[in-house]
């Protein structure tokens, strides 16, 4: 199974809370308190952003972070990278020569394939997008006919 860590669930989290409000300077603290992430989990996240470029620290009094380019040009691809380094499904798909059996394997450059179009797709989601609350209503299904069906075929 695919799964991204509980770190850059977090990552996320914070970014999106920055991007609903871009104007101001955020510290850690309020991120923290907005977000209910513990706040040196906070911390960690913002310097990894920082050292990514994802945002910009301010030193002082009145400092704090701030998003550093619109969150329409933060892509989720580069807030993943950002925390678990680049996004492959396995180690050939991400860098050539690591292999040992790379020149006998027959699939290596398939799962290449498959790497490049979840990066490609995680590319097409902008921070501005994940950042947007989305209501999800789970479908309402009527089970009573299959239970009803269910009975007769008993009798």
């Given at each position: 199974m695919l799964r991204l860590s509980k770190l850059t669930d977090y990552g996320t989290v914070v970014l999106a809370q920055m991007a609903r409000d871009p104007?101001?300077?955020?510290?850690?603290?309020?991120?923290?308190?907005?977000?209910?992430?513990?706040?040196?989990?906070v911390s960690k996240l913002l310097k990894?952003?920082?050292?990514?470029?994802?945002?910009?620290?301010?030193?002082?009094?009145?400092?704090?972070?701030?998003?550093?380019?619109?969150?329409?040009?933060i892509t989720a691809v580069q807030i993943i990278d950002a925390v678990e380094g680049p996004v492959a499904i396995t180690q050939c798909s991400l860098d050539h020569a690591?292999?040992?059996?790379?020149?006998?394997?027959?699939?290596?450059h398939?799962?290449?394939?498959?790497?490049?179009?979840?990066r490609d797709a995680l590319k097409s989601v902008t921070l501005a997008q994940l950042a947007r609350p989305v209501t999800?209503?789970?479908?309402?299904?009527?089970?009573?006919?299959?239970?009803?069906?269910?009975q007769e075929r008993r009798t």
């Open positions: 104007g101001p300077v955020h510290t850690a603290t309020d991120i923290a308190s907005a977000t209910r992430v513990a706040l040196p989990t990894l952003f920082t050292r990514a470029g994802l945002v910009t620290s301010y030193r002082g009094a009145h400092g704090g972070y701030t998003l550093a380019r619109p969150p329409q040009a690591h292999c040992s059996i790379e020149t006998v394997c027959g699939v290596g398939n799962w290449q394939r498959i790497s490049l179009a979840i999800f209503s789970t479908p309402l299904v009527d089970l009573s006919s299959a239970i009803i069906s269910e």
